[in-house]
T-cell receptor
Framework: KAGVTQTPRYLIKTRGQQVTLSCSPI?????VSWYQQTPGQGLQFLFE???????NKGNFPGRFSGRQFSNSRSEMNVSTLELGDSALYLC????????????FGPGTRLLVL | DQQVKQNSPSLSVQEGRISILNCDYT??????FLWYKKYPAEGPTFLIS?????DKNEDGRFTVFLNKSAKHLSLHIVPSQPGDSAVYFC???????????FGTGTRLKVLA
């Protein structure tokens, strides 16, 4: 079974631009979560989607948004990029996001100049 | 408000010895806990999990212990191998929140 895939793997943007990242979960998984990882901060939860509905959201500004499609693929968008948005963005999937293991993709490394 | 804490940013252990990584949490509603290993430029890889109804779970060289009264969990790696050198994250979840909270990680270095 194929794992979680994320595209693109690397991205360079400038301040003020916007960016869209994509995540394809493991086949059969309907829950997708997004995290931001920065040095010293661990993984910060952004949001979780299940069956196209956002069920939970972390403490990030409204510039960070996401969506999920009917095939469970998910995208996250960051508008008006700031230097501090430079990070590794990770996507993880589970079947339902209950008491089960989250499986992570390789991440998208975003650099904002 | 850091609900999951890994107070040791780094740990060095000799090959063949035991590695013990610790994690503390503050939310008593957490009922599922996981450990992940992460190499640079890769996504975290699942190692082992434990439900709050248990106090120990074992998988090969990895054992996780949960002390609910102390709100503390630990990961034991025996014996430690150089390939275990990575950053280890603990994570916790509460039923119905659809959210996993991660600690800040502990960098383990296993010395050959």
């Amino acid at each position: 079974k194929a794992g979680v895939t994320q595209t693109p793997r690397y991205l360079i943007k400038t301040r003020g631009q916007q960016v869209t990242l994509s995540c394809s979960p493991i086949s059969g998984h309907r829950s997708v979560s997004w995290y931001q990882q920065t040095p010293g901060q661990g993984l910060q939860f952004l949001f979780e989607y299940f069956s196209e509905t956002q069920r939970n959201k972390g403490n990030f500004p409204g510039r960070f948004s996401g969506r999920q499609f009917s095939n469970s693929r998910s995208e996250m968008n960051v508008s008006t990029l700031e230097l501090g948005d430079s990070a590794l963005y990770l996507c993880a999937s589970t079947q339902t996001s209950g008491k089960e293991t989250q499986y992570f993709g390789p991440g998208t490394r975003l650099l904002v100049l | 408000d850091q609900q999951v804490k890994q107070n040791s940013p780094s740990l060095s252990v000799q090959e063949g010895r035991i590695s013990i990584l610790n994690c503390d949490y503050t939310n008593s509603m957490f009922d599922y806990f996981l450990w992940y290993k992460k190499y640079p430029a890769e996504g975290p890889t699942f190692l082992i999990s434990i439900s709050s109804i248990k106090d120990k779970n074992e998988d090969g060289r990895f054992t996780v212990f949960l002390n609910k009264s102390a709100k503390h969990l630990s990961l034991h790696i025996v014996p430690s191998q150089p390939g275990d050198s990575a950053v280890y994250f603990c994570a916790a979840s509460a039923t119905g929140t659809y959210k996993y909270i991660f600690g800040t990680g502990t960098r383990l270095k296993v010395l050959a």
